[in-house]
């Protein structure tokens, strides 16, 4: 697809088949949702796809994205190169077998685990195909900034700004799906598991990941989605299938998806108890689990690189917010004594490209700041509230260049 359609539907064209799967009646009843569908292979690493250095720095399970390394005319971030954030390891999944287990009390006819609808992917692709382009972005995407920056580390993956992406997800509305199979008035949550190995961590078992959204999302604006970009999904992304749930911290949008819970009560799961959550000193105990993204701004630029004393260079940057688009970029050359506007590239839903003239300086270290403001009026402090879980690092980065 060439350009980004946000929602484009197609003809609903339901065979009986899948109207019955989506009735829940008949054959489709009864099977209980699946464990991991297929051990990995001995050889498999955590991540499958290739990780070339030039493009991604690489943290155990996780990678993320060079800034560096994109491609300052290219609007969606190309799968083979977006980040990779996984609690365990990528699973090797058949799209032939897989299905999806949707029950709970939450449906208008209840269902046990053991009288779930299984849904097949033939079954979902009956339904009116989306594409929505998003922002996808990790809740801990600049936490590495907390310890660089603000001198209080933050543990977990150290990311710099690399854990985010622009993409077009194809799939179908999880409203869709819901509405056909029937959902009562009184539904509250609906919880994501996903197909791969269980999270260690310490000695403890958490099971598989999971994580609830709360239903006025689900039927907002979430997608069950197989395709990115116009491809499949890669199995690092979630093939065959994968919630994506717009705007909110990247944990919601589970991977590997195997089963929805529809419930009528509030669901937990340590994925929104005990992570995801701000925790520590400045925070009260209560604290929601998070949802909206914040502001960030990174410049396509490495860390160092030299810039030239005469001005005139062009250089450019990306900025996103969960809640919007980007309304105002601003940029200081001069450790924010003065901002002066980015020009601004985009204007469709994704993040939003901008670029600046280099003005030149004297030799030496200097440094650029990139400031985003978003339609909301959100925008980013110069301090990021520091929390255990090193969540929505969202101030100002200072980004170090030398000028020669
Ligand atoms: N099943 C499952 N879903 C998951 C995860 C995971 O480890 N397992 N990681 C979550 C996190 S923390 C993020 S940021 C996104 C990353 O998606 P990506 O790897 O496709 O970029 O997936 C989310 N969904
Ligand atoms: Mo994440």
């Known amino acids: 697809m060439s350009q980004p359609a946000t929602e484009t539907p197609a003809m609903p064209t339901l065979g009986r088949r899948s109207l019955l799967a989506l009735a829940g009646a008949g054959a489709a009843v009864g099977v209980a949702p699946q464990r991991a569908g297929a051990a990995p292979a001995e050889a498999d690493g955590p991540i499958l796809k290739p990780l070339p250095s030039d493009q991604f720095v690489v943290y155990g399970t996780n990678a993320e994205m060079r800034w560096d390394s994109v491609d300052p005319g290219r609007f969606r971030t190309p799968q083979p190169r977006l980040f990779v954030r996984n609690h365990t390891r990528t699973p090797r999944l058949d799209p032939h077998t897989f299905e999806l287990s949707v029950f709970g009390d939450g449906l208008s006819r209840p269902r046990s685990v053991d009288e779930a609808v299984s849904l097949r992917l033939r079954d979902l692709r009956r339904l009116p195909v989306r594409h929505v382009t998003t922002v996808h972005e990790c809740t801990g995407n600049g936490r590495s900034y907390f310890g660089a920056q603000q001198g209080t580390p933050a543990s977990g993956t150290q990311w710099k700004l690399g854990a985010v992406g622009t993409v077009t997800w194809e799939g179908v509305r999880l409203a869709d799906v819901l509405r056909r199979l029937g959902i009562s008035r009184g539904a509250v949550d609906v919880m994501a598991t996903g197909l791969d190995p269980s999270y260690v961590d310490k000695g403890t078992d958490y099971g598989p990941v999971r994580r609830p959204i709360p239903i006025g999302k689900a039927l907002d604006d979430a997608l069950l989605a197989w395709g990115m970009n116009g491809r499949p999904l890669l199995p690092d992304h979630g093939f065959p299938l994968r919630l994506v749930v717009p705007g909110w911290v990247g944990i919601a949008s589970i991977k590997w998806l195997g089963s929805l819970e529809v419930a009528s009560t509030e669901l937990t799961s340590p994925w929104n108890t005990k992570w995801y959550r701000m925790t520590g000193p400045d925070w009260p105990t209560d604290s929601p689990p998070l949802t ?45 004594s003065r901002w002066e506007r980015a020009r601004i590239e985009d204007h469709r839903p994704g993040w939003t490209r901008w670029s600046y003239r280099w003005p030149g300086a004297a030799p030496g270290p200097h440094t650029l700041l990139a400031r985003a403001t978003d339609v909301h009026g959100r925008t980013q402090p110069l301090t990021a509230r520091f929390n255990d879980g090193g969540y929505f690092f969202d101030a100002v980065v200072a980004h170090p260049v030398v000028v020669r």
């Open 292 to 336: 909206v993204n914040p502001v960030r701004s990174a410049w396509e630029l490495a860390e160092g690189t030299q810039l030239p004393q005469r001005g005139g260079a062009v250089l450019h940057g990306r900025s996103c917010s969960g809640a919007g688009r980007i309304r105002r970029v601003e940029v200081s050359v001069d450790r924010g």
